[in-house]
Every structure is written in C-alpha cells, then in structure tokens.
C-alpha cells in the first residue's frame, strides 16, 4: 500500500512538472525578445503591397497599452497571440508569418510627420520640381543686320523681257518693341539696304522701309497686328526717287506647335498701299503657312506657301499669285544665323504683258544684335 502510495505521488510530481515545463516553454514561446517581435513587424510591413498603418498606431487606437521591451501591445492582447475583436484580428498582421501581410481597409494614408516618426533617421526626401530652363529675355531694342544672294530665272516678270540674273541684297534693320501692356506690344523699324545685280547694273537701286503698329496677343499662339508701312526705292546712279509707297497693314498671324518638333505658322495680311506712281496704287490680300520640322536643336527644315491676290486701284490690273518655298536654316547660336532657300513663283495677271514664272535659289546669314 504504501509503495502504491510512493508511486502515485510520484507520477503526480513528475506530472505537474511536466505542466510547468509546457507552461514555461509556452511563455517563453509567447513573449519572444522584442528585437525578434519588431523585426517581424518591420518584415510584415515591408512586403504590404499597399499603403497601410503602422501596427503602432492601429495599437495605439485600442485603447491602453502595454509596453512589451520596445514595442507596444494593446491591454486586451494575450499571450497567444490573439486579439478579442475580429476587426482587430484583421488589423493586425500575423507575426509568425511576415509573408503574409495584412491589409488595414480603414487605414488613413500616412501623414508627413508620420513617415518621419516611422523612418527614424532616413529622411523622406520630396521629390524636387523639374525647373524650367530659363526664358531668354525679349530685347526690347535690336540691330537686324541680313545678307543674301540668290539666282533668279525671271527678275522682270515681264512677259517678252525674261532675264535671269544673280542679286546681292545687304540690310539693315532697327527694330524697337517695348511692351505697352501684359499683351501688347509697339513694333516700330527703320531699314536701309542696297540692292545689286551682278550683270544688269541699270537695275541697281538702294531701299528704305519705315514701320510702326502695334501688336496684340489675342489668344496664345495667336496675335493681331495693325500698322503702318513706308517703302522707298532710289536708283544707285542718279539718286532720284524711284517708288514711294504708303500703307495701312492687318496681320493676323498663329503658331500651333503639332508636336515636339513641329510647328505650323499660318496668316493673313491686308495691305492697302497708296504709290508715286500712282500706278503701284493696290489692295493685297494674303494667306500663308510655313510648316517648320527641327531636324536638330539648332538644324531647321520649312515648308512655305503663300497665295497673294493683288486688286491694282489705278489701273485695269489683277494679279493671282503663288508662291511655294523650301527653306534649311541653321542656328549657331541664338543670334546668329545661315541658312539656304529655294522657291517657285507663278500665277496669272489680267495684263497680258505680265509672266510671274521664276525660279529662284539662294543663301542668306542674319545677325541680331540686342542693344537693350
């Protein structure tokens, strides 16, 4: 009886040893090293393929909280693991499993200051704004200084007096356009030039060209121009007058960038010009285009097209005119440029005399010198 005895105690003390381990393992399992329970909470965090809340704030909303080392576990959190409220089940992430993140439904998107209590020491940094190149300012007055020479089959455009002859054409421009307002602006010039043939020296003769209007920006892209024009041509030799012609000038003029690297210019231009003699006297109306294409930033290709019908007020004369061009410009810097051009000319006139039919090729350099 008493060996019974013996050996019922003992299987009772080796059983609630036996509980006692299991216990002590279990807390031990449960209340694992804080460096591990942050760590799977920072890999849980990492591998959420959406914005979520940090766990220490979704704690921080259940009310008390308990510190565990250096992480916070909410009052109502036990041992195993669990949390009372099924939301909060869903909330949590599963530390055991760091693959299989949870998803806050009802999560608020992070706050700047947040990230920064989150992130520790590694800064959020914003991304900076993408800064727009500088815009060269608008000179308000230049000196345009232009050369050019070209071939042309038909430099009479009389009908039984063809000649073709090379032409040397040197200008002088100066150009003013202050601001008058936000979208306005005065375009006032004064051009000198001469102009020389290579073989016909009887047609030798030197121009003026005098202009002021203003001009209105009516939408972007687009702008409207109302002026007046002066030309006057004198003859190299003598020096005597050859023309003088006044007039009164409407442009309407767009630019449409259609891509990166194209733009169409188009216009219309109304001239009514009042001429000694008063033969030159006419209404001209004109409409064009010019397809521009940068084959690089400083290489330009153009198209042009131009349709100009001229009503003479002091004779029985009307003239249909077009003229179709190609241009290839090249940019050396934004002031100076090179470029060559070629273009055909022809159309029909109620003067039987009168044969617009010309081919025409050239080179021409510009200069722009911004004086202020």
């Known amino acids: ?6 050996t019922f105690y003992s299987l009772m003390t080796l059983l609630l040893w036996d509980m006692h381990y299991v216990a002590a393992a279990e807390v031990e399992t449960t209340t694992t ?14 591998n959420v393929t959406e914005p979520v809340a940090p766990p220490e704030r979704i704690l921080d909303e259940m009310g008390t909280r308990t510190e565990v080392g250096g992480f916070t576990l909410p009052a109502n959190f036990d041992g195993g693991g669990k949390i009372g409220s099924d939301y909060l089940t ?14 806050f439904p009802d999560a608020e998107p992070l706050s700047e200051k947040e990230v920064e209590e989150e992130l520790g020491e590694i800064r ?8 727009q190149p500088p815009q060269p300012r608008q000179p308000n007055v230049q000196l345009l200084l232009r050369s050019s020479t070209f071939s042309s089959s038909n430099i009479t455009a009389v009908d039984f ?17 202050p601001k008058l307002g936000e979208d306005t602006r005065l375009v006032a010039s004064a051009t000198g030039g001469l102009t020389r043939f290579a073989t016909k020296d009887d047609f030798n003769y030197n121009f003026l060209s005098f202009n002021a209007g203003v001009q209105q920006r009516l939408a972007p892209g687009m702008y409207a121009q109302l002026g007046w024009v002066q030309d006057r041509l004198y003859n190299q030799d003598r020096g005597d007058r050859i023309l003088l012609d006044d007039s009164v000038r409407f442009t309407i003029g767009r630019q ?11 216009f219309y231009d109304l001239r009514a010009s009042f001429s000694e003699p008063k033969a030159q006297s006419r209404v001209a109306n004109s409409l064009g285009a010019r397809l521009r294409y940068d084959l690089t930033p400083k290489l330009q290709g153009a198209l042009d097209y131009r349709l100009t019908l001229k009503d003479y007020t002091n004779q029985d004369r009307f003239d249909t005119q077009h003229q179709v061009g190609v241009d290839l410009i090249y940019n050396v810097n934004q002031d100076l440029f090179v470029g060559s051009y070629a273009s055909y000319l022809f159309g029909s006139s109620s ?3 009168i044969d617009f039919n010309n081919f025409s090729v050239g ?10």
Do not use: C, H
């Open 1 to 6: 009886m008493r060996v019974y005895s013996i």
């Open 33 to 46: 090293s804080p460096n591990i329970v942050e760590s799977d909470v920072a890999n849980a965090i990492a």
């Open 90 to 103: 869903q909330a949590l992430p599963n530390l055991g499993e760091p693959n299989n993140p949870a998803i």
């Open 124 to 131: 959020y940094i914003k991304p900076r704004p993408v800064k």
């Open 161 to 177: 007096l063809k000649r073709s002859d090379t032409v040397f054409v040197n200008s002088a421009t100066l150009l003013a356009t």
């Open 256 to 266: 449409d960038q259609l891509s990166q690297r194209l733009r169409l210019d188009s």
């Open 351 to 353: 003067a039987s005399s």
């Open 363 to 372: 080179v021409n350099v510009g200069l722009n010198i911004s004086l202020f």
